[in-house]
């Protein structure tokens, strides 16, 4: 392999790109190439699967995606995009490189491991689909829906070949080892047991408090219930052995595929137990996750995979009851702020954390933990933050300093918003269950208590220092109150918007006065734009943009508003023509938050995967993109002329995950942690000077590419020219 040698100042590596990335790489894959895959899930995991080898996980998330991960490295080989829903379960295929994956809108997909392709959509369930299995042989796929509905499918076809409907909600489903006989349990806690594929026959095993089953042999099913573990023959559905766990009451339950074992998580505590499966005898006890919905053994049984409402997948050794690894998950941002001079942006997730980042050199500035709000109050060169302790905290942007210059308690509950009044020089707070509040900056004192309109439990705000009028949306409801700034009366109540839409009752997600007094304009679910005459407090204009909006931003001429979707698209819309105006197309993942920059050359975009993107407004391209990590920053760039897969800047190289592929996209695996083309990798691309250039601006950036192609480049050719004298021993 030849030698690349980067060099530079102290203190800033250069790194190579283009062409020079693909020779310093091109003979670490015979016939492929590495390339890296960033990011993980950002809520709850549903489910988990391992394949039959045990060399790979499969997981399920509520963020509507699926990602494959090497268990050797805990890296991520691929990600599972393509349901438009929650995704709840999953299951390998028992003899090709391929799983199944369900989701709470009533559809199933058939995935190929190796490229990540939808090879196969099934529909026909309605609702959540909670119970999925796939039979030894690979010919059927079971699956369940809540709207009592069994379905089989054939493979490779997908046809439903059986069907049984008017049955409980069926949360768990299993196929023996023979592929002939189907075991259930439903929402009543009944064990059936089922011809399979037919479906024919159902009959009885067991009825009780039972929440979770696991197959123990063909001939056998022990089910976790208030009583302890209780194993049943599945023909005759006779009790053949209980074993009471006192105090322990288990909720989960795995088998061993020896059958020497049971594995229980149970309440309370959380205790993981392994029970010997002739005996009862508890062999090993440890504190396992909270909150465990998925559970499953590995193939040779010395590993537990537990996957939860914790948002991690634990994998643990049964033996020493210790946590092996832990794959964690990614908060989405729900709100933005820019600092007046665009040089810090402020941001809030859904882990009740505010961050603040120098947009300069893309460095962490901040962490707040606990944090719920956060605005930046420019007279005082201050960030203030509201927190779910209901106080309120004071920070200098400038020091740096890990503790705040000043805490007020403002509230016995969380502080669900703050915002500033005349750049500054005086706030307002409002409680997710309190009054609002205005506060001198300067004097730190409470000015006026809003009392008029109640107790208040308001989610989404607004105020305008034109009109002195503010605007709240009551968590939960969706109307509109208008209330006077300097007094707190009532003004108006808005209600145009719709009360329902689907299955969701909240619907106004956006509030922003327009500038100079033009007037309200609110954005919902619905899929409705509004703009209210704040002289009449009437409906002036309202637009259907055929999508639900969950975020918006207003621009300075009072005009034009800019909106995320549901779907992922970022639109730009005129409130007067109502023409339209596409700045980023539907990816998929919703836009959570937006904000635009102070000069309003760049949009600020976070989608609900955890990432901010930056977009160049004028020409619409991806500058460079933000990943939300708890601890330390990762930033990256989108593939281009210079770098294929893009560059990437963090203090994070755990997190950067690095993947074999062939030269037909091919995944053939992960690169080991420990393996030196990973150093060589990571020497390649991650790259600070780079990213910073691009966040100065995509001209800046095609220089410094440029730059440090061609001296790279130089040095590459002078490596070839002259190499280095080989070591003792090297042949």
């Given at each position: ?30 016939g ?69 994956t ?75 080892r ?84 049971f ?11 392994v ?20 559970m ?61 980042w120098?947009?300069?050199?893309g ?11 956060v ?16 106080r ?37 707070t ?32 607004a ?18 109150l ?16 719709a ?17 100079r ?19 009449t407090?009437?409906a ?15 621009e ?11 779907t ?58 933000l ?16 770098a294929?897969?893009?560059w ?25 942690l ?58």
């Amino acid at each position: 392999m030849k030698e690349l040698k980067v060099s530079g100042k102290a203190g800033k590596m250069r790194r190579a790109s283009d062409d020079v990335v693909r020779e310093a790489l091109a003979d670490l894959v015979p016939g492929g190439r590495t390339t890296h895959r960033i990011g993980g899930h950002t809520d709850w995991y549903h489910g988990a699967a391992v394949s039959p080898d045990g060399s790979r996980l499969i997981t399920a998330n509520r963020d509507g995606t699926a990602r494959l991960w090497d268990i050797a490295s805990g890296q991520c080989l691929m990600v599972f995009r393509g349901h438009t829903g929650e995704v709840v379960r999953a299951a390998f295929m028992n003899h090709t490189d391929r799983a199944v994956t369900s989701d709470d809108e009533g559809t199933l997909r058939l995935w190929d491991c190796a490229t990540g392709a939808c090879i196969l959509v099934l529909k026909g369930h309605s609702g959540r689909v909670a119970g999925l299995a796939v039979s030894p042989d690979d010919r059927y796929i079971a699956s369940s829906d809540s709207f009592w509905a069994l379905r089989v499918w054939s493979l490779p076809e997908g046809t439903c070949e059986h069907s049984a409907a008017g049955i409980n909600n069926v949360m768990s489903i299993l196929v023996t080892r023979d592929g002939n006989t189907m075991v259930t349990l439903d929402s009543q806690h009944d064990i059936l047991r089922w011809d399979f594929p037919g479906l024919s026959d159902p009959s009885l095993v067991a009825n009780g408090d039972y929440w979770d089953i696991a197959l123990s042999g063909d001939g056998e099913v022990v089910a976790a219930g208030r009583d302890g573990l209780s194993c049943f023959d599945v023909r005759t559905g006779a009790l053949k052995r209980l074993y009471s766990l006192e105090p322990h009451k288990p909720y989960k339950v795995t088998t061993a595929s020896d059958e020497t074992r049971f594995v229980a998580c149970c309440r309370p505590g959380e205790t993981v137990l392994v029970v010997d499966s002739r005996t009862g005898a508890i062999e090993k006890q440890f504190t396992g996750p909270r909150f465990v919905t998925d559970m499953i053994l590995s193939p040779d049984g010395k590993t537990l995979y537990t996957v939860g409402f914790d948002r991690t997948c634990n994998m643990w050794d049964i033996a020493t009851g210790e946590c092996l690894q832990a794959i964690g998950s990614t908060r989405s941002v729900h709100h933005l702020s820019l600092s007046g001079n665009g040089m810090y942006l402020a941001a809030c997730d859904k882990g009740d954390t505010a961050k603040l980042w120098n947009l300069t050199d893309g460095s962490q500035r901040a962490k707040f933990p606990g944090a719920t709000s956060v605005a930046f109050l420019e007279s005082a060169r201050l960030v203030v933050t509201g927190h779910d302790d209901g106080r309120v905290r004071f920070w200098d942007i400038d020091s740096g300093k890990e503790k705040p210059g000043a805490v007020l308690q403002a509230y016995s509950s969380a502080v669900a918003c703050v915002l500033p009044l005349e750049s500054g020089a005086f706030f307002a707070t409002f409680a997710r269950h309190g009054m609002p509040k205005l506060w001198s900056t300067e004097k730190r004192n409470c000015l006026k208590i809003h009392n008029r309109a109640g107790n208040i439990d308001v989610d989404t705000t607004a105020i305008d220092e034109d009109t002195q009028c503010m605007a709240m949306r009551r968590q939960g409801k969706n109307h509109i109150l208008v209330c006077d700034l300097q007094s707190g009366d009532i003004l108006a109540t808005l209600t145009d918007h719709a009360h329902k839409h689907g299955n969701l009752s909240v619907i106004i997600t956006g509030i922003r006065f327009l500038p100079r007094g033009r007037g309200l304009v609110s954005c919902g679910r619905d899929g409705l734009i509004i703009l209210w005459d704040l002289s009449t407090f009437k409906a002036a204009r309202s637009i259907h943009v055929g999508n639900s909006i969950l975020s918006m931003a207003v621009e300075n001429d009072g005009r034009h508003v800019v909106i995320g979707t549901h779907t992922g698209g970022v639109e730009r819309w005129d409130l007067e023509s109502g023409q339209r105006e596409i700045c980023r197309p539907p990816e998929g993942s919703p836009v959570a938050a937006l904000a635009l920059s102070p000069d309003e050359s760049r949009l600020f975009v976070s989608f609900s995967d955890g990432t901010v993107r930056i977009i160049d407004r004028e020409s619409t391209a991806l500058v460079c993109s933000l990943w939300n990590v708890d601890d330390g920053f990762f930033w990256f760039t989108p593939p281009d002329e210079h770098a294929p897969d893009g560059w990437v800047w963090t203090d994070r190289e755990d997190l950067l995950h690095l993947v074999e592929e062939a030269s037909d996209g091919r995944v053939l695996g992960a690169v080991p942690l420990t393996d030196e083309r990973r150093g060589t990798y990571i020497m390649t691309r991650n790259n600070a000077a780079i990213v910073q250039a691009r966040l100065k601006g995509l001209d800046e950036y095609a220089r410094v590419a440029r730059r440090y192609t061609r001296a790279l480049a130089d040095e590459q050719n002078r490596v070839e020219v002259h190499p280095r004298p080989m070591l003792p021993g090297e042949t």
